[in-house]
């Protein structure tokens, strides 16, 4: 064998030992980051997943327990910067990652964020249960009732066997009737404003034709109708 082919021998070893410790370097810190996660120890798994993720940026379970991880730390801002940063690599789960960014909003208090991430949820998957119940939750927090309900009714009608119905049917009762009770509230205010307008129309009318009736009965005073009082005396200049 030549110097020249003993040489590229060696290269190509070395490149083929470079790519396969690579991948064992990956391997290893995803199955570790993973293993730490699983046994609910966020703070050491998100180490080794973020280098999961630096190795390997198209592993989408990567992603998604490493912002996993940082909403278990109270990190919701850098859980959703990381499930954003993931969505190109989640193939299959992306309806994983829309949901936990609405559950990083709905911790924040950030309702209408939340409310539009589970809807992303419920578009890429619309079979599948937990987003109808936390999008109702944020819906709630904004006074969406009726919307709400709906939501609350497909969640229980895809997942009826949870241990949740019957808390979520008695609050789909209470909106119930606290939507009726709106709306005839609403209906006896707008019955009240009707009546009051009607009384001030009737009012009005009254007025005018009460003006109208003082016209006719006024007579006008003619010129011929008096005498003119004039005056006699001559009026002198005195000196």
């Not at 592993?59 to 940082?70: F, H, R, T, V």
């Not at 895809?158 to 008695?170: D, G, H, L, M, Y």
Request: glycine share 6%; net charge negative.
């Amino acid at each position: 064998m030549s110097g020249r082919r003993i040489v590229r021998f060696a290269v190509l070893a070395a490149l083929f030992l470079s790519v396969l410790s690579s991948a064992s370097a990956q391997t290893g810190s995803f199955a570790q980051g993973e293993r730490l996660f699983l046994e609910n120890r966020p703070l050491e798994a998100s180490a080794l997943l973020e280098r999961a993720t630096r190795e390997n940026p198209r592993d989408e379970k990567a992603w998604l327990y490493l912002g996993i991880c940082y909403q278990q730390l109270g990190r919701h801002d850098e859980a959703v910067a990381v499930f954003r940063k993931g969505l190109p690599a989640a193939l299959s789960l992306s309806h994983v990652f829309h949901f936990n960014m609405g559950n990083s909003f709905l911790a924040q208090g950030r309702n209408a964020f939340a409310e539009e991430m589970y809807g992303q949820a419920i578009q890429a998957r619309p079979d599948w249960a937990p987003p109808f119940l936390n999008r109702a939750n944020a819906r709630m927090a904004q006074e969406k009732y009726p919307d709400a309900v709906a939501d609350y009714t497909v969640y229980l009608s895809i997942n009826p066997s949870t241990p949740q119905a019957e808390s979520i049917r008695k609050v789909i009762e209470l909106l119930g009737h606290a939507q009726a009770a709106e709306a005839a509230l609403k209906a006896a205010e707008e019955a009240r404003k009707l009546a009051e307008e009607q009384a001030r129309q009737a009012l009005l009318a009254a007025v005018a034709d009460s003006l109208r009736q003082s016209a006719e009965d006024t007579t006008s005073l003619s010129a011929g109708s008096g005498d003119v009082q004039g005056y006699t005396d001559d009026f002198t200049l005195e000196d």
